[in-house]
């Protein structure tokens, strides 16, 4: 492949060089190993050869149906082969991924299909009832194809991409991915980059992982519309030419199951997942090999200490932790700089000039005192957030951007987190903003004012609570509790809804009126 490739209408643009080098990325792997395993699901297996066409055949099947470089592409998948077909078409033919939960309702999947503004909405079949709710809302994603069934208004994928050509492309485009994160204030906001930035995480993470392709096996555990497994756990071993395994739900005897049968070397875990496999029994644990293991990566979520203690005595020093999220920043350490520095997230590099700790008027802390940690932002593709310019603008102070959490810096310059803004609730790895909860329960008649947060849970980390201020000659009861929570379940994905209800005769509250979230979390804080 030439250093700068030259597409049939003689382009040597950076995009084009980034196509080639990026978007075709499989296919250099497709040439050297067609045969080996690139994709092993219960839904289907490809090599690398077979997912290299595929993704051709996909991209000359949306560009048959009009679209154009730019247009974006939703996607509803669970975790199969197609779902990799559809994130390598995208990246070599120019078009806007945008990959959605399908945990989702219909009404929540419609308004990131619309928001996007996708052209073409990918769906699987195992999510009718919610996938074609969710085309009403969509009124320009008039390119609809149904995976792994029939889905009404969808055309069959299968037979759609089948029809094309499968050789290379002459003029692969740089496309990208556009995530969605749920927003603090309402609907979730797209996180976009006009170009993607190196991330401080990529050298760490390809250094650690030191992957070589004709011996290792990835493990993809989590779903891939989560950026973590998405990015790490597939993007990085599949750019190594790598296989990877994919869970369709995640169990832990059979994450242990499936290391020893394919000899697995590489994963992505989050907290929860540890905890769920430090509770099997000693027997179950015991039965399976797991020594291929050397890279467990994990993040998404703070991970207590004593749970990674005992997985480090378990597996040996085979844990990696990142922090980072959709936006951008990272900090990356491994297990014996844990065990020295237990708790923390990594060292902070380039004199501390890659992050700073802010107190609430903007002033940078000292070391050793809590501030809100805020990372230095790229000089070129700084994340906005798609059509919120308001949003985008709170994020960052100067360079700098936060994801609203809380740390000091020790004075060997190691991150230790301490908490977070009270807006965001991480439930098994998961974000979940409370105003998005907190808006719904205000639809109840019942309902005059609601706080949403987060409590201590040993298993998930935090549980979802929402304490209600009631209307006026409204009298709380379990009964009352029971229907508010199934009230939420009804137009929310059921992760983001309250495991439990409490009612409290007010809410503490600014001079303003705002409601004074953090203060409602410390009496449950001092309860744990």
């Known amino acids: ?118 052209r073409a909405f990918l769906a699987d079949a195992r999510f009718a009832d919610t996938c074609v709710e969710a085309v009403e809302q969509a009124p320009r994603a008039t390119e609809r194809l149904a995976i792994g069934g029939a889905l009404p208004g969808f055309d069959p994928y299968d037979e759609t991409v089948e029809a094309q050509d499968g050789t290379d492309l002459t003029d692969p485009i740089l496309g990208g991915t556009m995530l969605y994160t749920s927003g603090t204030t309402g609907r979730p906001k797209g996180v976009y980059r006009k170009r993607t930035p190196r991330s401080p995480l990529t050298k760490p993470l390809l250094e650690s992982a030191a992957m070589r392709p004709d011996e290792d096996v990835a493990l993809v555990t989590g779903p891939l519309y989560h950026a973590a497994p998405f990015g790490i756990n597939l993007a990085v071993p599949l750019g190594a030419g790598v296989g990877c395994v994919l869970m369709d739900g995640w169990d832990a005897e059979e994450t242990l199951r499936l290391v020893e049968r394919h000899r697995i070397t590489h994963s992505h875990f989050v907290p929860t997942m540890f905890h769920r496999m430090l509770a099997l029994p000693d027997e179950v644990r015991a039965r399976y090999d797991c020594s291929s293991l050397r890279w467990a990566v994990h993040g998404a979520a703070p991970c207590p200490a004593h749970v990674k203690r005992a997985m480090i005595e378990w597996l040996g020093p085979v844990l990696y932790e990142y922090y980072a999220a959709t936006e951008g920043g990272g900090f990356f350490i491994d297990s014996h700089e844990w065990l020295r520095k237990p708790g923390s997230v990594g060292h902070c590099d380039d004199d501390r000039m890659q992050v700073r700790l802010l107190d609430d008027g903007d002033a940078p802390v000292p070391t050793g005192e809590i501030g809100t940690v805020y990372f230095k932002a790229p000089d070129v593709g700084r994340f906005e957030y798609f059509k919120a310019p308001e949003k985008t603008n709170s994020a960052y102070r100067g360079d700098y951007f936060t994801m609203g959490d809380l740390g000091y810096l020790d004075d060997d310059g190691y991150l230790f987190l301490t908490g977070r803004s009270a807006e965001l609730i991480i439930s098994g790895g998961v974000n979940i903003y409370p105003a998005e909860v907190d808006a719904v329960l205000l639809e109840h008649p019942a309902v005059g004012d609601a706080a949403t947060i987060g409590v201590p849970d040993d298993e998930w980390g935090e549980q979802v609570r929402s304490v209600v201020q009631l209307a006026p000659e409204v009298v709380g009861s379990d009964a009352l509790a029971d229907e508010l929570i199934s009230f939420c379940r009804e137009r929310l994905a059921h992760y983001k809804c309250p495991r439990a209800v409490d009612f409290s005769a007010d809410l503490p509250r600014l001079d303003s009126g705002k409601i004074q979230r953090r203060k409602v979390r410390e009496r449950y804080l001092s309860d744990a």
């Not at 040597?12 to 080098?21: M, V």
């Not at 792997?29 to 690398?48: E, L």
Request: charged letters at 25%; aromatic letters at 6%.
């Open 1 to 118: 492949m030439p250093t700068t490739p030259v597409d049939d209408r003689g382009r040597t643009t950076l995009e084009a060089a980034d196509a080639a080098l990026v978007g075709m990325g499989l296919a250099v792997h497709a040439r050297g190993a067609p045969d080996r395993m690139a994709i092993d699901a219960p839904a289907g297996a490809r090599t690398f050869g077979a997912l290299n066409a595929r993704a051709n055949q996909l991209v000359r099947a949306l560009r048959e149906r009009g679209l154009k470089a730019g247009d974006g592409v939703a996607l509803v998948c669970s975790n199969r082969a197609e779902y990799v077909e559809a994130w390598t078409a995208t990246l070599r033919g120019g078009f806007r991924l945008t990959p959605i939960n399908w945990h989702l309702t219909g009404d929540e999947i419609g308004y990131i299909v619309d928001n996007c503004e996708a």
